[in-house]
């Protein structure tokens, strides 16, 4: 058996009831390793592209990666892919938490689910034991309570699962695990919700084989040492996430108003990490095995927002209900988190629709009769709490904007999509690009849509990355010019996926040296990968996403930022500033080895040994 | 008369009572402009240098510059200087407030005061009458109450006033204005104390002329609007100073535990501006005529460090009994601010005065006998405010501890004195140099000792400033190479030193495009001064003081940071950076023309017409 992997894989058809483990041979494990790399592959060997992302036949896909298990920090991720019902194209999700970690231990590395059941059912995972049970009972549950089920029996058991949004078809619904960590973005909860699979619960045993342990040990000592002298790494631990909204009112990077305005430090103080770790934080928390912890434990005690005691906002949600909302009450972005997490909303979606709305509202586009009497004024949080409801359960206005904002807009008017700020359907994440022009380029080429996460170009374009000496690249960057972005952009992504593929977070990508991450990935599986191997992997990875998506329809004309943030602010940090679109995506379209469809060339493909892209693109 | 000036400068002799009004010819005023650059000119003119600091015969100088009471933002500025009794060598401080527009409107625009009484008294000034009175009641009583006696007549008196700090000679004794602003570094406050003089109070109802009214007019609101377009302007106003806590510790700026620690995020997040603006903050509060409105009232209403509503401190006060104790709790900070503004004490150096007893009572150099029983523990902010008074009030180790840093080291012993963070006497402001290389350059040069404000080299080096393009600089730097920083805190030095001189905020020097300060004080005063011109200006009043200090026996010798700030840190964003000292020297030698022994050359001399000082020099 390869190390590092539990070996087997599930395929699940709810349809007909019918679990059976699969193999994948070590030669598919070294050119796709995991997560949604592998996802993917699968994907396009064995499924109808064109289906519709809600039909049976469409397959979700819950991929861990080699080094899941293995105890190294960041690694407890996993990813959640298939067709996304926003965006018509390639959809993924990953998150952190504890459920992959214990998926391994129960002998799987991936599950790929096709069909529908008759019935609610959820699917339960034991020591390679994989039985669907019903779940009629919990049909109709929050997420909370669901988990809260699913985990009575023992604590030790790991819990997926999806709430009334997916269930309802809501089309940016999300996916939960343990009541702290959510798959959000792309909508795959709906995915979940269309297949009638409740939940996935796991619980194992097994115990990671790895090709070299004693030199793992050396290796995971030494990203803990890495990450204590990190000082992003500190400031994530101190504030999580959330430290982003004091830094990132200084350099415009926060958008305000539905990127309306530019510059708003009463918001960026009401709600940032500093007052949210003073005012509401119980403790800090952590995905399985990590020394970093960045996830933040709160409560709500006073006034109309009180909550219970459950996992923080992350700064994206501090964006998108706080300042894209005018809303400066921190307690209301608390209450909006637990009711998005109870009901299975991503965040960044949600919030944003209800921005589209307010401003929407504002202009007279929408009346109050049109939103059901409640009064969608900028930061009115009394309005926002019903709306959630309406959104999860598809009631009134509510039932409008579960379809996601472009296809709302397009409902409402069409003068309301001018206002829609996505990339291929998918909602901008809190990261404005006319402060970071490099951001622009990748949320323009990013295969879900929109993407902060598709790439490590965040903290790399604000200075605060380990990764750029490996290209011999500077370590700063001026975030308001276009100069240079294409190939960090290029980079940062053929870098960054392998958080993904390898499956690591995202934050230990920027953290750790990328020499420490290349040799515990090798002393895992022993597959003695160089970095050169690993940045194929990673612009196979794109390639390959990028080519579905070409078949699903995507070309260069999707190749575009909203006209919203090609608008220059007139305050703030980057005022007068936008990227410079044209030259970007002109640079690195020759990077990437894109034609002027936005296909990659049949040479990029026979380079990357994607032989089964290529027959289908060039046929 | 000359416009922007009110036209009289007062003389008053506190031995035999004697204030006599004089005036200064416009050509000097041309050359010197107003603040402590005049301060200089007179002092060099007609006091003797090698008189004791606190001796009757040396002069305090109280200066406004010609753009003082004008109504353009950010002038209600004035420079108190003279010899500091803290450095032994040319002491001086500003600060904003509401003292010196009124000043202005009362007739005069300079005092100097030498001699000393013999009972305590006031000097009042109203419309061209200069007063003295007795202040025997008020002697022994703190800042506050004073000013509330003096005011109690008229709210619309401005009060500047020592407290029982002052009066005791501590060393780094500040003067306050209106319970609010503060003359802080350098210990002026004992000069005061030393001539008796409790207060000085000033009420007038005089109207500046200006040259071209309507042109400033037109001035006065373009800075409005830049103001507002400001981003370091909307932080300041949101936030206050202390919005660098949050954004320095991400920058390794902020010093911790005596500078021994390179970051942590708690405190930083415990102490910084958002969390003052949530918890305890009432208002946002401005010297008069200043939209950016900067300034703090706070206030602390539960647990053991009450206060009344007043002013919030500083991000340097943050700094000095925040991090640099090791203390995490506002509270204390923000009472700790109270009772140094009430008995008038400079709030970095008292900090770091107890900062080093904190580490030389951790390291046994000072046992719990040796500072009066207190327990002297990092953090332990219980045994600082008594400190605090036994400070102020000359008692058992407080009076070891009111001689300053680097005297009281050399009185504990030799080991002791390494441990002092100091450049020439003064204590090191908030900001590390091993974080921002210019920095440690402009603490080694600035002529009142380790300072960071007599340039403009802190919001430039962080990439916040407009000036740079004024000399077809960068705006933005890398802080941790010393590369171009010579340069620019030359630069930094000859712009920055003009806010003094003008009369206007360090921060407007930031924030405003500098046509816009040029012309404004053109169109008050009429000189029609050039870039060139007003860069002379600074350029000879650095050299006039540099030149004052080397008579008062500072050589090259004395321009050398402290061991603590050249050993690396071992964590945070600074880590492993130290400042290139004798590249920074070198080039920064020769660009200010002087010679090895640190003298500016004769030719320099000649070339900025300061023949004064080339006599004395080079006699």
Redesign the interface.
Known sequence: MTKGYAGQFLRVDLSSGVCENFTIDEAILRKFIGGSSLGAKLYIDSYNLHADPLAPESPLMVMTGPMVGSGFSGTSRFAVCGKSPLTGIWGEAACGGTFSPEMKRAGYDGIVITGASPKPVYLSLADGVAKLADASDLWGKDIYETTDVLKAPDKSIKVLAIGPAGENLVKFAAIGNDKAHFIGRTGLGAVMGSKRLKAIIARGSGRLEKADDARYKELARAAVQEI??S?LA??L???GSD?AM??G??S?DVPIKNWSVG?D??L???L????L???YLTRAHACSNCSLACKRVVVVKDGPYQTEEGPGPEYETCGSFGTMLMNGDLTAVIKANELCNRYGMDTISCGSAIALSMELYEKGTLSKADVDGLDLAWGNMEAVMPLLKKIACREGFGDTLAEGSLNAARKIGKDAVDSVVHVKGLDLPMHDPRGFHGMGLAYMMSNRGACHLQHAALATEQG?ASWPQLFDMKD?Y?GQISDEKAVLIYNSENYGILGNSLSICHYLIYVLQPETIRDAFNAITGFNLSFKDLLEAGMRDWTLKRGINNLMGVTSRDDVLPRRVLTPLT???A?GSVPDMKRLLSEYYALRGLDERGFPREEKLAELGLPELRSMLYK
Do not use: L, Q, R, Y
């Open positions: 204590k002298d000082t500190g400031s631990h101190a504030m430290a004091v830094t009112m200084f415009g510059e430090f009463d960026s103080i009401s940032g990490g500093p007052t770790s003073e005012k605060m700063d001026n305050d703030g940090a005022a």
